[in-house]
Each structure stands twice: as structure tokens, then as C-alpha cells.
């Protein structure tokens, strides 16, 4: 079973490796929504825009970490 996973890794593009890095780390910490905080805090969330921009500047990072090694 080993093999067959380390077989189907291999066959990935770096890309597919970046974009399942960018999911992770978007979905773990909540990535670019902004802070939801009771009280005066302002604007507290962020546009669907300013959220997609943060996203792709996440895959972007992770493209280079992923390229490097």
C-alpha cells in the first residue's frame, strides 16, 4: 500500500502538491477570512474579493515552497 501512495505522489504536479497544501492551511487556520470579534473592533471580515486575493496569494507562496524543494 505504501508503494502505491508513494507511486501516485510522485505522478502529482507540483501544482496539485501546492493547491492541497493551500486547502490545508486555509481550512486548519481560517486563512484570509478576517477576524470575526464582538465589539469595536471595525471592519472585522473581509470581500469575497479580498478573501479570493488572500487564497491566491497563499497558493502562490505555497507554488514557491513547493518548487524550491
Known amino acids: 500500500m505504501a508503494e502505491e501512495y508513494s507511486t501516485l505522489t510522485l505522478h502529482r504536479s507540483q501544482d496539485e502538491v501546492a493547491l492541497e497544501m ?3 492551511i486555509a481550512v486548519t487556520t481560517a486563512y484570509g477570512k478576517g477576524t ?3 465589539g469595536f473592533t471595525g471592519k472585522s471580515t ?3 474579493e479580498e ?3 488572500a487564497l491566491l496569494q ?3 507562496r505555497c507554488r514557491s515552497v513547493i518548487r524550491k524543494g
Open 51 to 53: 478573501y479570493a486575493d
Open 46 to 48: 473581509k470581500t469575497p
Open 36 to 38: 470575526g470579534a464582538a
Open 22 to 24: 493551500m486547502k490545508f
Open 58 to 60: 497563499l497558493f502562490e
